[in-house]
């Protein structure tokens, strides 16, 4: 037997690509993808009156939190001691003040709208709320920044509902742990949390609230959550 027939009869023990798995592989990616765009969408069109309604809440929040914001920085306000503040010096954390504030309210509102989208009109309704609250508290409680506060300045509309005199509550802490609330079935509500800790600190640090400020956050903002759940659960089918 030569050796040509003998390397016809072992066959060639070359290890050969699986063109069929790797098809089937990118198959299965797009199928993928596109069933969960299709559940997206389905999803959306099931709750678009939900959606709908929570953004006509967002823009009366909104609105209420710009006149607020108005009102208490034409008014003025009066400095009060600060246990914590009278023992630190400002240091300016404003990068973490503005495009960390900026990045937490973004993902807020960007995961559900990505990945939950049947929560969307909850989680907006939520922070509408919360916004609303902080919009009343602002009107009745007469604080003025304190003059040693490192000052921030933010872009775009955030910029429009950046105020003076804006004290109580502060919205750096509690719009952040309003997320660990909403998220609670999520590894992303510790992003939530940890972004509410940091900018407490933050603003404390940079002298832009009071202490009271900032623990009252925590609190207002649960009872702002659980004030939510009953009353917007009745409007999910």
Not at 6 to 34: C, L, W
Not at 139 to 144: K, P, Q, V
Request: net charge negative; with cysteine; charged share 15%.
């Amino acid at each position: 037997m030569t050796a040509t027939e003998r390397e016809s009869m072992m066959g060639n023990h070359e290890p050969q690509i699986d063109r069929t798995a790797q098809v089937s592989f990118g198959q299965r990616a797009k199928d993928y993808f596109r069933k969960g765009f299709h559940d997206w969408i389905r999803e959306f069109l099931e709750y678009r009156y939900l959606i709908g309604l929570s953004l006509v809440l967002v823009v009366v929040a909104t609105y209420l939190d710009y006149y607020s914001g108005v009102y208490v920085t034409e008014k003025g306000g009066v400095e009060v001691p600060d246990l914590i503040l009278d023992h630190l010096e400002p240091i300016d954390l404003s990068p973490l003040f503005v495009y960390g504030y900026i990045g937490l309210v973004v993902a807020l509102i960007a995961y559900p709208l990505l990945f939950h989208i049947r929560t969307l009109h909850a989680v907006v309704s939520q922070f509408s709320l919360l916004v609303v609250l902080r919009s009343i508290f602002m009107i009745f409680t007469h604080l003025e920044t304190p003059p040693d506060a490192v000052p921030a300045h933010f872009p775009w509309i955030f910029g429009q509902l950046s105020f003076q005199n804006d004290m109580f509550f502060s919205g750096h802490t509690a719009i952040p742990f309003l997320g660990f609330f909403l998220f609670k079935d999520s590894p992303v509500r510790y992003l939530f949390l940890v972004g509410s800790i940091v900018m407490g600190i933050v603003v404390l640090g940079m002298h832009m609230h009071y202490s009271i400020d900032v623990f009252s956050a925590f609190f207002i903002t649960y009872c702002s959550y659980r004030m939510g759940m009953r009353a917007f659960d009745r409007l999910t089918p």
